[in-house]
């Protein structure tokens, strides 16, 4: 018998001013082609990382997740506040602690991993644990005494368990020890413009404050930017969370706190010079027992209206909300939604989502329905 799945999708609409908050390598905006229109883009990588900031924030930094490949200098530094040892013998410990998980090692910087690891900073502390007080010991060994002692520690399944909130949400791949992978809760799409962009140029002059003798700029530059509304879709595994976390009360929480960090998130690239900092006009909250559906279908067809974009893409957002229930019979199990309040396509809105509710309600409504599903199996 398949175990009870439950996914929390999230839709959200959100128009963002003249900016570049995710640029390629060229420094242009990221775009892609949709419905044969070229589309302002937002990697989902991009967005990921300012949800997963936005949610790190209310943590204290001690006990944080963090993803680096810089391991064995947190491990180091964990063991010389810890234990005391010197710096010299925290470091020669932390690589040996570090060594039997197999990880490989940078080319170009010996003390690091090759790739970024995610971890969760507690999770140090139940490695240096293991040495059970006695780190001055072990650090006095010989090279070979020293590894054969470590290797009799448990150090890679104390990375198995007690996963914090940010792994369990956004999971781990370790290509050289598979054990330690973590399977995602979480997909993010790449957010994008539900009408089509045109890239636009800023050039722009910084003036020299201390320069009396001429008018010239101090220097000169362009940078490109455009202007959107972003259809922006995650999709949660509750089921896959709950597994990873291993406990219903910390499993609502969390979901009802991603949801608050991706709706109010928004990556910051170049935001000193556009300050784009908007909140969506629409986030659209779906309950589905049978399987995820994101509906960019809805602007397969671009927007092209004169008069705002926003009104609009609420509007095709509730007709493919609308058609998907009808044409595959899977309505979702619940809907709720929180929108500014519309001028022309209100009534269709309410139709499609139901009343608009303050976002602190339904992100409130959302965690109180998890936690009992999770507790009875059944959605109230």
């Known amino acids: 018998m398949t175990a009870p799945r439950l996914y929390l999708d999230v839709h959200v609409l959100q128009s963002v001013p003249p900016s570049n908050i995710n640029r390629d390598d060229s420094g242009t905006p990221k775009q892609a082609v949709f419905g044969g229109a070229r589309r302002a883009r937002v990697s989902s990588q991009a967005w990921k990382r300012a949800t997963r900031t936005h949610f790190a924030s209310s943590i204290p930094e001690t006990d944080r997740a963090t993803r680096t490949k810089k391991i064995t200098e947190l491990l180091a530094t964990r063991l010389k506040a810890t234990t005391g040892l010197a710096a010299e013998q925290a470091d020669r410990l932390a690589t040996a602690l570090v060594a039997p998980l197999g990880i490989k090692k940078s080319a170009k910087k010996d003390a690091q991993s090759a790739y970024l690891l995610f971890f969760g900073k507690p999770q140090l502390d139940t490695v240096i644990n293991l040495l059970d007080g006695r780190a001055p010991d072990l650090a006095a060994l010989s090279d070979t005494e020293l ?47 539900t009408h089509p962009v045109q890239t636009e140029f800023d050039y722009y002059t910084a003036v020299d404050d201390e320069n009396t003798e001429d ?166």
């Open 147 to 193: 590894e054969a002692e470590i290797k009799k520690l448990p150090v890679a399944e104390q990375l198995t368990t007690g996963h914090p909130a940010e792994v369990a949400l956004f999971g781990r791949m370790v290509a050289d020890l598979p054990s330690l992978n973590v399977d995602a809760a979480v997909q993010v799409a790449h957010a994008l413009s």
């Open 215 to 380: 008018s010239g700029a101090g220097m000169i530059g362009t940078v490109e930017f455009n202007s959107s509304t972003l259809y922006r879709y995650a999709t949660l595994g509750i089921h896959q969370l709950h597994d990873n976390l291993a406990d219903a009360e910390t499993t609502a929480d969390t979901a009802a706190r991603f949801l608050e960090s991706f709706a109010r998130s928004i990556p910051s690239g170049h935001q000193n010079s556009f300050a784009h900092r908007t909140l969506p006009h629409l986030v659209l909250v779906t309950l589905r027992t049978d399987q995820p559906v994101n509906l960019v279908s809805a602007y397969e067809r671009p927007v092209r209206a004169r008069d705002g974009i926003a009104e609009e893409s609420v509007s095709r957002l509730a007709e493919e909300l609308a058609s998907v229930s009808e044409t595959w019979g899977s309505a979702p199990a619940l809907t709720l939604a929180t929108y500014a309040p519309l001028s022309t396509v209100q009534d269709k809105a309410t139709t499609a989502f139901g009343p608009s509710i303050p976002f602190p309600r339904l992100t409130g409504q959302v965690r109180t329905t998890l936690a009992s599903w999770l507790e009875t199996g059944e959605l109230r």
